[in-house]
């Protein structure tokens, strides 16, 4: 029923059915120059790092990359042509200087060949397919009414009404991230004592425009003139610097697979998670950013989502749940896989332009080039928040496949120690590596099933956010949290 990808031209096909072998490593210097050889590593000075520029500032209109116009005869690169590679975890975060235009609505066009991939209960408002990308054809897509650009255009029935007026009180405000930005600037300072040629930047929900806010801050330290830093003893170092700082406090090493250095900002009350190289975050943030504003429903969906899942106690990692990432890549994955699809796979339709290769420089220019699709699926956010738990509650197959918004469908579950008898699989996008492996333990997933079972049950009784999410409650924590930090 999930027929396997056809092996790309003059390649056998892969053993897991996934991922091709990984390649070589490339080197990179700290100017993102790649070295031929690891011999050849060399130090730039000081005045050859590039600047910090990425502080897109949230507001109440949209932020978008600018991008190019829409192309007609263009080539869509076919599936058997794509072949990109497994790339190392690294992160370095930089960003581009976002302009303020008039929000573009991304859409598929119609499908001609759908193919009916996950089996399960029918249901008339909210079925998926999964076609393959030769089934995209190229047509001219009329431009939608300019009133959906609007959030309160959205509010089309009152379930949408509700989402709307949750993300209007919590998403990230531009005084938010002044604050973020205001204590990453005093930290860069701090840290240069230490590592002269380190470079501080804020990534993840902060910056690709999924925070609200009550949303920690991700910070990922890039150092220069070291090959491999160990990242414990560089957090350690930063553990003591930190705790001499009056406006830093609750200092915490966590030792993760990705280990971080936790703490409190006591001036914002916020709390931050600092990493060492982990520049795959860069990517991440882009690639979510581009997603994010794709269409106007996203954000607001994905916010609602989260604080559904913080509420029923399904939206921690650290207890065997969900993570924030985990979820946003779950909303995405729904939204592509609808018959009319909200979303696309931006990563299959734009390789070039989401290259897990291209200098990490140049990674805030991908996003420009990819040109606007607008959505023929004009269900409401109400429907669509609906589906999203349906789809999950009673479509999806935990079982046997794994989440893939590369792909755009759910793919067969490779028999790999990484896939196999893992309760959730959601595929990183650009490492691959499973981001839902937290969830370890039964008792955890069957609570989680049983979460959407019942939210979906009761919300499609009521119609009424409420009924599953305390929405006057939520806002007024926000609204403690804008009045605290004031």
Request: positive net charge.
């Amino acid at each position: 029923m999930y027929p396997r990808s056809p092996a790309p031209r003059g390649r056998s096909a892969y053993n897991n059915g996934l991922y091709p072998p990984p390649p070589a490593p490339h080197i990179y210097n700290y100017n993102h120059q790649r070295q031929p050889l690891p011999s050849s590593f060399s130090v730039p000075g000081l005045e050859r790092l590039p600047s910090y520029q990425w502080k897109p500032t949230p507001s109440t209109s949209p932020v978008y990359p600018p991008r190019t116009p829409i192309m007609t005869n263009g080539r869509k690169r076919q599936n058997e042509e794509y072949s990109p590679h497994v790339v190392k975890r690294q992160r370095l975060d930089s960003s581009p200087r976002p302009l303020i235009r008039s929000p573009l609505i991304r859409a598929l066009p119609p499908l001609l060949h759908p193919d009916r991939v996950v089996a399960g209960p029918s249901r008339p408002s909210f079925q998926h397919s999964y076609p393959s990308p030769r089934s995209y054809p190229h047509p001219q897509v009329p431009a939608v009414a300019e009133s959906v650009n609007s959030l309160q255009a959205l509010a089309k029935d009152k379930m949408s009404s509700q989402v709307v007026e949750l993300f209007e009180a919590c998403k990230q405000q531009s005084s938010d991230l002044a604050r973020k930005e205001k204590c990453r600037t005093m930290l860069q300072q701090v840290i240069r004592r230490c590592y002269p040629v380190g470079r501080l930047y804020l990534t993840g929900s902060s910056m690709n425009g999924l925070g609200c806010r009550s949303s920690d801050a991700d910070m990922c330290l890039v150092l220069k003139g070291t090959k491999n830093p160990d990242p414990i003893h560089v957090l350690t170092v930063l553990q003591r610097l930190f705790n001499i700082l009056p406006y830093i406090e609750l200092t915490q090493l966590i030792r993760a697979k990705v280990p971080i250095l936790r703490f409190r900002d006591k001036d914002s009350d916020l709390e931050f998670d600092l990493n060492v190289n982990n520049t795959v975050g860069i990517r991440n943030t882009f690639l979510l950013r581009s997603y994010a504003f794709a269409d106007l429903r996203i954000r607001p969906m994905i916010l609602a989502v989260k604080k559904w899942a913080g509420h029923n106690g399904i939206n921690d990692a650290s207890k065997g749940t969900l993570s924030s990432y985990t979820l946003v890549l779950m909303v995405l994955h729904y939204l592509q896989t609808l018959k009319e699809p909200v979303l696309p796979s931006l990563q299959r339709d734009y390789p070039d332009c989401f290259n897990p290769f291209i200098d990490l420089d140049m990674v805030p220019e991908g996003p420009k080039r990819v040109p606007p699709y607008i959505s023929r699926n004009q269900a409401s956010l109400g429907e669509l928040l609906l589906g999203f738990l349906y789809y999950y509650a009673k479509e999806f197959r935990w079982d046997t496949h794994v989440i893939s918004i590369r792909e755009a469908k759910a793919l067969p579950k490779p028999n790999s120690h990484m896939w196999r008898n893992k309760y959730i699989c959601v595929e990183e996008p650009f490492e691959r590596n499973n981001v839902a492996r937290a969830v370890h333990e039964q008792i955890k997933f069957d609570a989680i099933k049983a979460q959407f079972a019942e939210s979906w049950r009761t919300l499609q009784q009521r119609k009424d956010l409420n009924s599953i999410l305390p929405v006057r409650a939520v806002i007024n924590i926000e609204a403690s949290r804008r009045d605290s930090s004031n």
